[in-house]
């Protein structure tokens, strides 16, 4: 699964296409996990430990993991695009890439999306700065799964009316997610949680669906109990939250939002992406393995 941290929207062809577009992103240790037995004949099963609808990208994951194991000869950007074609072309979903190339490539990403492609960018992190920004994250349940179809819809209706307010935040989610990383690789956490939280200003102004009541009643609540900043994870609408506490506020933060009736969700940066094995092997990447 993963946390995107800007720039969520921009993946969709519909925008990337004219514009271009560019998400920074980073996975984290909650994984779709499965199994392709061959003994009587071809079989495939394959799980997860968190629920759809999350905005962690989990249904992406899905389709990573199920092509992963029926292509293990393939690169895993040859994966992460054939799980975009997937969802798009056969199962119909209006959605973006991001998700996939996440899932497939794994740590910290800033992927930029054009007409001709999707190109990728490893960011490798100062282990102080890595270290902080964990030490400083929460990431919340809100007990509500949001229908990510339904906000696209009303999003790209709008876009495509031409209505100016969604265009323009369009644009500002993606300078923004271009201006993470550096600042992060800089150390200053303090830094990426006020660009995260532009994000979700900008976010909020796509179209009126993107947050609810509850959604911005938790964000209130987070902003008197230690948020530097955060955003709703994925789509909106419901789904998962993630936020940077000040320095020194982290469990105070955690503390209030379970209270208040969400549900933390532990994790930590990952940065294995989709690997395979078998039964004799240890965990490789795909590309580096001939089945």
Known sequence: ???????????VDTYA?????????ATINHYVAGTLSTGQGLQVSYGLDLP???????????????????NLGATREEIAE????FEDEILGNRGGKQDQWASALGGFN?????????????????????????????????????LSGNIHGDVWRAYESGNPKTIEALHRLKSLALEMPGVLKSGDIDGLALL??????????????????QIDELF???????ARGGKACGAGGGGCLY???????????????????????????EFGGLTASNSHDDYIAPEERKV
Do not use: C
């Not at 532009?198 to 609810?212: F, I």
């Open 220 to 226: 209130a609540l987070a902003e008197r109990s230690g």
């Open 82 to 85: 054939r799980a975009y074609r």
């Open 110 to 146: 800033l992927l930029r999306f054009e007409k001709s492609g999707v190109t990728s960018e490893k960011i490798t992190l100062p282990e102080k700065a890595l270290t902080e920004l964990q030490a400083r994250s929460v990431l919340i349940y809100t007990g509500k799964p949001r």
């Open 196 to 213: 995260i939280a532009e994000n979700w200003e900008a976010q909020k102004q796509l179209y009126g669906s993107v947050t609810n009541p």
């Open 243 to 269: 936020f940077v506490a000040k320095s020194g506020q982290r469990d105070t933060l955690a503390r209030a939002l379970t209270d208040a009736g969400a549900r933390e969700i532990p994790f930590q940066f």
């Open 1 to 11: 699964m993963r946390i995107d941290f800007g720039g969520a929207w921009t993946d």
């Open 17 to 25: 296409h004219k514009h271009g577009g560019a998400v920074f992103n």
């Open 52 to 70: 759809t609808g999350s905005g962690l990208g989990t249904s992406a994951a899905l389709n990573v993991a199920y092509l992963g194991l029926l």
